[in-house]
């Protein structure tokens, strides 16, 4: 490894490189990570800065779909076409009915009608525009900077060069034989810029390790034909609707219901959860069925879908994720990584955590270059003086009770007999990273 690096061309470039990257777009990366970091928990916040839209009281279960679509209809009368029911993830949760084609934002690439429904009462609480509320905002800043279809692309620029940038600071932090454990030290009593250095290498390189992820699934959002068309998968990107389908059976006057529909798709399916339902267009359309089957890793976009013909009630095509090949399934995956649903809740806080980062590390370089221009002055770290390990679980023993203080007691006591022991296994461990580290640098 350290051979290979050794051909590269001189730190010197790198460091000039790794400074201009971050001098003249760091200030997008920042941007691009924090919003991202707020839309990871775009509902959430929603729903935190308009209360109206939480159900206080959830007696009962929920209307029909039908009846819901009706209160929506009659709320939007003049809004023809199909719409689309999101059923909420929680039980204080509104249905989320989505008129993907409004006059109002005709020519914005993306900018739908989200009308909010009580699941229990079929009321309308909210009729907003996507990308006029402050999360939805945020969103398309995050995704696209506000500039629509050529903002995606720039993104996925942003992100090509974001790469760029770790790879070089990844260069520039890499130790020489011997000196590994060095890149790991904190040092706090030797000035501000020393423990920005400091915090900024280490960062650096928990950001190497994770943000990579980020940047990856983000260019294929942002260039979603590349890896479609290397994996062949067809249809199955994020917010694509599957193949066209269309009912081929004779109109008559007894059409099948939203309810009826989501329980002939559950046929195949019978244990999968109702996600979103959208109603046909036209003479010719058909419904669309989105179910969500356990374990399945797209929680909120779900790839098991049934079209069912309103007119006979025939399912037309059926799509299971289980069955997709492997590239189909690499395909699918890309949002649920990105978002940080894949992993469940505490995939989503990493997520909502690594955003941070592109912060955190601009702040500490910027300070380290400031300092070097003679733009900033140093000045020292005032730590304070921790108290003993003992003492401090004294106190918490303290704030317990009695029981807590002496077993707080006994475990510091522990530990204090046992001091040598684990020093020697951690002593141990250290000895075998080097040597690992070492048979990486050769």
């Keep these: 490894m350290r051979r290979f690096i050794r051909r590269l061309p001189g730190r010197n470039a790198w460091l000039t490189l790794h400074l201009y990257l971050a001098l003249s777009l760091g200030l997008l990366f920042i941007l691009i990570g924090l919003t991202g970091s707020l839309s990871v928990y775009r509902e959430e916040l929603d729903g935190l800065l308009n209360p109206s839209l939480k159900v206080e009281n959830q007696a009962g279960n929920y209307l029909p779909l039908d009846r819901i679509m009706a209160s929506v209809k009659e709320a939007h009368p003049a809004r023809h076409g199909p719409w689309t029911l999101e059923m909420p993830q929680t039980s204080s949760g509104m249905v989320t009915a989505w008129y993907e084609k409004p006059h109002e934002t005709i020519g914005e690439l993306y900018a739908p009608l989200m009308v909010s429904v009580n699941p229990y009462t079929g009321e309308v609480v909210a009729s907003r525009f996507w990308g006029r509320t402050l999360t939805t905002w945020l969103h398309d800043l995050h995704t696209q900077l506000r500039l629509d279809r050529r903002g995606w692309r720039l993104v996925g620029y942003l992100g090509l060069l974001f790469g760029v940038s770790i790879l070089t600071g990844i260069y520039l932090w890499w130790p020489g034989k011997g000196r590994f454990l060095q890149v790991f030290k904190i040092r706090y009593h030797s000035g501000i810029v020393r423990l920005a250095f400091d915090?900024?290498?280490?960062?650096?390189?928990?950001?190497?390790?994770?943000?990579?992820?980020?940047?990856?699934?983000?260019?294929?959002?942002?260039?979603?034909?590349?890896?479609?068309?290397?994996?062949?998968?067809?249809?199955?990107?994020?917010?694509?609707?599957?193949?066209?389908?269309?009912?081929?059976?004779?109109?008559?006057?007894?059409?099948?219901?939203?309810?009826?529909?989501?329980?002939?798709?559950?046929?195949?399916?019978?244990?999968?959860?109702?996600?979103?339902?959208?109603?046909?267009?036209?003479?010719?359309?058909?419904?669309?069925?989105?179910?969500?089957?356990?374990?399945?890793?797209?929680?909120?976009?779900?790839?098991?879908?049934?079209?069912?013909?309103?007119?006979?009630?025939?399912?037309?095509?059926?799509?299971?994720?289980?069955?997709?090949?492997?590239?189909?399934?690499?395909?699918?995956?890309?949002?649920?990584?990105?978002?940080?649903?894949?992993?469940?809740?505490?995939?989503?806080?990493?997520?909502?955590?690594?955003?941070?980062?592109?912060?955190?590390?601009?702040?500490?370089?910027?300070?380290?270059?400031?300092?070097?221009?003679?733009?900033?002055?140093?000045?020292?770290?005032?730590?304070?003086?921790?108290?003993?390990?003992?003492?401090?679980?004294?106190?918490?023993?303290?704030?317990?009770?009695?029981?807590?203080?002496?077993?707080?007691?006994?475990?510091?006591?522990?530990?204090e007999r046992n001091e040598p022991h684990f020093r020697v296994k951690a002593q141990k461990l250290w000895r075998r990273c080097l040597e690992f580290a070492s048979g990486l640098s050769k």
Excluded: C
């Design 199 to 415: 915090l900024h290498r280490m960062i650096g390189l928990v950001g190497a390790l994770l943000l990579p992820m980020l940047i990856v699934t983000g260019l294929h959002l942002s260039f979603p034909s590349v890896l479609e068309n290397l994996t062949g998968s067809d249809n199955l990107g994020h917010g694509d609707q599957g193949p066209p389908i269309r009912s081929t059976a004779v109109p008559n006057d007894r059409p099948v219901t939203m309810e009826e529909a989501v329980l002939l798709a559950r046929g195949p399916f019978p244990k999968a959860k109702l996600r979103r339902i959208t109603t046909p267009a036209g003479a010719v359309g058909i419904y669309r069925v989105d179910l969500r089957q356990n374990e399945e890793i797209n929680r909120r976009h779900p790839f098991t879908t049934v079209w069912v013909d309103r007119w006979s009630g025939h399912i037309k095509a059926a799509r299971d994720p289980y069955s997709f090949t492997s590239s189909q399934a690499l395909t699918i995956a890309v949002w649920p990584i990105h978002t940080g649903e894949a992993l469940g809740p505490w995939g989503r806080f990493l997520w909502f955590i690594v955003g941070l980062l592109p912060l955190i590390l601009y702040v500490s370089g910027l300070m380290v270059w400031l300092r070097r221009k003679g733009w900033f002055r140093d000045r020292p770290v005032n730590v304070p003086n921790f108290r003993s390990l003992r003492s401090y679980a004294l106190t918490i023993g303290q704030r317990i009770g009695l029981g807590g203080r002496r077993w707080a007691g006994l475990l510091v006591s522990y530990i």
